[in-house]
């Protein structure tokens, strides 16, 4: 079984509507992030979460809000999507290493349409 | 904040050819420097990272150097195959343990 599994992998939904895309890890990590994938951009870091009180906003968070269920589940809801949130989002988790950054293990993403 | 920019876009060589996908970094603090690979359909997976109290670091086919002084670091993959063919990106760490990720290199090695 995968390491860290997100649902769905594919939606298409309707401006307006609420989303929530879940992840879930088995690896024991404290740490989790969502990303965002667009085409010439890169990976942008959406929310990340240090432990399960712990909730950050990254580089791109307006439109979107996270929840941290537990170590393993870590939520990335859109209140009302919007067409400009197409895109391939990713969850992500590592563990901790002492005071250095250290691996961080990709999900097989979701492809979101909003249109 | 950390800045990273990654060069080329795209890159095409033929099988058996090297590859050599470049990166530059803007915070003199990050001290980590990962490579990932992201096949078709799935998600990035780290290849191979480097920390900066090391210049260069093999593993096989691929190696990373670092050049701290200049800020920049590059990925070098040696007799390219096929299933080389892959997205890759480059990213550092903000310092805060988050990292930042490079615009991705899209890299198709022909038969």
């Known amino acids: 079984d995968a390491d860290v599994t997100q649902t769905p992998r594919n939606r298409i939904t309707k401006t307006g509507k609420r989303i929530m895309l879940e992840c879930s890890q088995t690896?024991?990590?404290?740490?989790m992030y969502w990303y965002r994938q667009d085409p010439g951009l890169g990976l942008r870091l959406i929310y990340y979460?240090?432990?399960?009180?712990?909730?950050n906003k990254g580089e791109i968070s307006d439109g979107y809000s996270v929840s941290r269920q537990a170590q393993a589940k870590f939520s990335l809801s859109l209140e009302s999507a919007i067409p400009n949130q197409t895109a391939l989002y990713f969850c992500?988790?590592?563990?901790?290493?002492?005071?250095?950054?250290?691996?961080?293990?990709f999900g097989p993403g979701t492809r979101l349409t909003v249109l | 904040g950390e800045n990273v920019e990654q060069h080329p876009s795209t890159l095409s060589v033929q099988e058996g050819d090297s590859a050599v996908i470049k990166c530059t970094y803007s915070?003199?603090?990050?001290?980590?420097f990962p490579w990932y690979k992201q096949e078709l359909g799935k998600g990035p997976q780290l290849i191979i990272d480097?920390?900066?109290?090391?210049g260069e670091k093999k593993d096989q086919r691929i190696a990373v150097t670092l050049n701290k002084t200049a800020k920049h670091f590059s990925l070098h993959i040696t007799e390219t195959q096929p299933e080389d063919s892959a997205v890759y990106f480059c990213?550092?760490?903000?310092?805060?343990?988050?990292?930042?990720f490079g615009t991705g290199t899209r890299l198709q090695v022909f038969p």
């Open positions: 992500a988790t590592s563990d901790v290493a002492g005071t250095s950054t250290d691996t961080q293990y």
């Open positions: 690896k024991g990590h404290d740490r």
């Open positions: 979460s240090f432990d399960v009180k712990d909730i």
């Open positions: 915070d003199s603090a990050s001290n980590y």
């Open positions: 480097i920390r900066s109290n090391v």
């Open positions: 990213a550092a760490d903000d310092n805060t343990d988050k990292l930042i």
